[in-house]
């Protein structure tokens, strides 16, 4: 499949993680992606070493045929910003899918309905939430899962899981990936619901009914959601904590964040603290511990990471990496053991 990803003003930004994790990680060929504030350069030129995409300013420029237009931002609250109307339209006009992952399902929305019903072209929400939902019956607490929680959003919780999958693949293990998110679905997760989108009581029978999907993997890595410090999501990040039952966990965390993304006035608690709560909380239901500290350096200097790698190390008696600079292998040598 040939895919156009819709980045507006967002594709290296806070906001761009499902952009950014399409361009990573996507099987699928990326003919363009769309921001204007980018628009004549190369998504290459912002992350080196990744593949070469165009950056447009609006679909019409791109004149390459292409298969699906995927949404790549997420804004708080999950709606549809109104000027992202036409291009979507322009895309349905042309019999292509729309990949979306907005608490605003464009499926329902009459106008693009219409739209898709007369030229044929497919919608796919990718947060309308599974059917049958049960409550956590316990049944999925022997599985062997590896939890990547964090400290906050947007701190490579997904990418963590992915390099760990990968990784571990490659040593020749039955690893699973564990999406939680509409990210980590639409780049082709082992399995995957959007948590945040199944009302309270069904979340962590959810993230166990997914975990028993993956029975027969030698290991699940398990994708997280928000903190649990974050005064708006911390009830979904409980209930990943509790439905995978996991037995370690590996924490998330942006050393340049002083409180919750767009949060002001709630401040992230110090790691240490961070180590006791999702050990407290996992005690009685997986006995989760923590096992080690996922760096986000996007905003960070190599040195920078280096001396933040041994500081936490010294401190915590944690190991600690940035996967997408150093790769996930000594994160990997805890399990393999």
């Not at 292509?96 to 919608?123: P, Q």
């Not at 997904?158 to 571990?168: D, Q």
């Amino acid at each position: 499949m040939r895919v156009v990803i819709l980045a507006h003003g967002k594709f290296t930004g806070m906001g761009g993680k499902t952009a950014r994790g399409v361009y990573f990680y996507s099987p699928h060929e990326i003919v363009g992606i769309l921001d204007r504030t980018l628009a004549g350069h190369d998504a290459s030129e912002f992350f080196p070493k990744r593949r070469e995409v165009k950056i447009y300013s609006n679909l019409k420029d791109i004149k390459d045929d292409y298969d699906a237009l995927i949404i790549g931002v997420a804004p708080i609250g999950g709606k549809l910003p109104a000027e992202w109307r036409e291009e979507i339209k322009m895309a349905l006009e042309e019999g292509k899918m729309v990949i979306s992952g907005l608490h605003d399902f464009l499926s329902e929305d009459d106008e693009f309905s219409k739209i898709a019903e007369r030229t044929g072209a497919k919608i796919w929400d990718v947060r309308k939430p599974p059917e049958n939902l049960r409550v956590a019956d316990g049944s999925a607490r022997d599985a062997n899962t590896v939890l990547i929680a964090g400290t906050d959003c947007s701190v490579g919780k997904m990418l963590t899981a992915v390099e760990l999958t990968r990784e571990a693949r490659k040593r020749g293990v039955n690893a699973g990936f564990l999406a939680t998110g509409q990210t980590g679905i639409i780049i082709g997760a082992d399995a995957g619901y959007v948590i945040d989108r199944i009302p309270g009581d069904f979340m962590a029978g959810a993230v166990e009914e997914l975990v028993l999907k993956l029975r027969d993997r030698e290991i699940i890595f398990v994708e997280g959601q928000g903190a649990l410090t974050h005064p708006a999501y911390s009830g979904v990040t409980l209930s990943i904590l509790h439905g995978s039952y996991a037995k370690k966990i590996i924490i998330a965390h942006d050393p340049t964040r002083r409180e919750h993304h767009d949060y002001h006035g709630f401040s992230i608690p110090p790691l240490r603290r961070q180590v006791e709560l999702y050990e407290k909380l996992s005690e009685e239901v997986s006995g989760g511990k923590v096992v080690g500290i996922a760096i986000d350096g996007e905003n960070m200097s190599d040195d920078e990471v280096e001396r933040y790698v041994d500081k936490v190390e010294d401190e915590l008696s944690l190991p600690a990496t940035d996967v997408l600079r150093y790769g996930a292998n000594k994160f990997l040598n805890l399990f393999m053991m």
